[in-house]
């Protein structure tokens, strides 16, 4: 279907908050896919479109925390395999099974991830004690409960993935002993191969509409650098209420469409 100048203006500019805020905690998909509803692209051909389009603004993310990234190398290649085969998972099921499927389940998992996100320092602090009291260690990568936890989570980031971000950092947060800003970092990476799978996926199955791709490809790499440069200056607090803010829009919109 052809795009007016406005339609695409909306989608460009959609596409650059969703890579920006992508960057800082995720969810951008909340904005970038009612717009694609709104121009007449179908359903499935609009979550293809703006999975596609994402990527680029993923990668833009990722390297705009690179400096946060030093010393994680292991940890991201841990987590990846996990996330890879979770967010090929995730596409499959996205042109396999109805809407509903996730309907009723992602709201509540939303919102335990909020939970844990916001009570993360006190938690983190008391698993610590309860360690040093045994004798024991964290896991320098999070153990089998992570990887786990982040397949899970991956294949919900391939079928939709808005609010993936929040299940990430919430995952991390309870699991590794990491600042918020370094925890960011990796979920940056991640989402970039969780996106990247379900997007090479899509290319040879499904449906899609290259200019919306394009225009929020473009976009979401500009947003990327933007998100950048805004989240990392961001204190632990704000940043942590950020996310929580932006998790509970997430959770009313998945109840509320």
Known sequence: MALSIWEMLAIFGAGT??????????????????????????PITANVSN???????SISGAIG???????QTARVLRLGVAA?????????????????????????LIGIALLLVLFQPRIGAAVQRRREANG?????????????????ASVYGGYFGAAQGVLYISLMGLLLN????????????????????AAVFFLFVAEFDWTAVLLIAVGSTIGGQIGAKVG??????????????V???????????
């Open 17 to 42: 908050a969703a890579g920006a805020m992508n960057t800082v905690v995720g969810s951008g998909t909340l904005i970038t896919f009612p717009v694609l509803l709104a121009t007449g692209l179908p």
């Open 51 to 57: 999975a596609l389009g994402l990527v680029p603004g």
């Open 65 to 71: 925390y690179r400096s946060e990234l030093k010393g």
């Open 84 to 108: 890879l085969l979770g967010g090929l998972a995730g596409a499959i099921l996205l042109l396999t099974l109805p809407s509903e499927a996730f309907d009723a389940i992602v709201p509540v």
């Open 136 to 152: 024991t260690e964290a896991p320098p990568h999070g153990g089998a409960a992570l990887l786990v936890g982040f397949f899970l």
């Open 178 to 197: 990491e600042t918020l800003q370094r925890i960011n970092a990796v979920k940056n990476v991640l989402s970039a191969v969780v996106n990247g799978v």
């Open 232 to 245: 990392r200056r961001l204190p632990p607090a704000l940043l942590r209420g950020v996310i929580i803010a």
């Open 247 to 257: 998790g509970i829009v997430a959770i009313l919109h998945l109840t509320l469409k």
